[in-house]
């Protein structure tokens, strides 16, 4: 059974960045698509970006998403952070497509972590 864990989350100065990880056990990131979400207080969660199993990187304004293969880890670099980036940060993935067509609404059954808070403020 896949598990994920995020870490890398902290308190950072309006402009900062940070890099978040996704550890994956239990099967193959390298073959599947992995999303990133935020959820802040209050709000609803929404995706951040997703990479699809044939992508080493994938870039998005201020974030990028990028694979170690083999070593089943994806990061989420975050650069020029804003107080409006605060949030607690997940990774997910279904555990079945090599695409990120589920990340646009995932189904209870995506796999989670358990999350990691990034709080930007001075």
């Known amino acids: 059974q896949l598990q994920l864990v995020e870490s890398g989350g902290g308190l950072v100065q309006p402009g900062g960045s940070l890099r978040l990880s996704c550890a994956g056990s239990?099967?193959?990131?390298?073959?599947?698509?992995i999303g990133w979400f935020r959820q802040a207080p209050g709000k609803e969660r929404e995706g951040v970006l997703c990479i699809s199993s044939g992508d080493d990187t994938t870039v998005k304004g201020r974030f990028t998403i990028s694979r170690v293969r083999g070593k089943n880890l994806v990061y989420l670099q975050m650069n020029s952070l804003k107080p409006e980036d605060t949030a607690v940060y997940y990774c997910?993935?279904?555990?079945?497509?090599?695409?990120?067509?589920?990340?646009?609404?995932?189904?209870?059954?995506?796999?989670w972590g358990q999350g990691t808070q990034v709080t930007v403020s001075s």
């Open positions: 239990g099967d193959n990131l390298d073959l599947l698509g």
């Open positions: 997910a993935t279904d555990e079945v497509s090599a695409t990120c067509s589920w990340a646009d609404a995932p189904v209870p059954e995506v796999t």
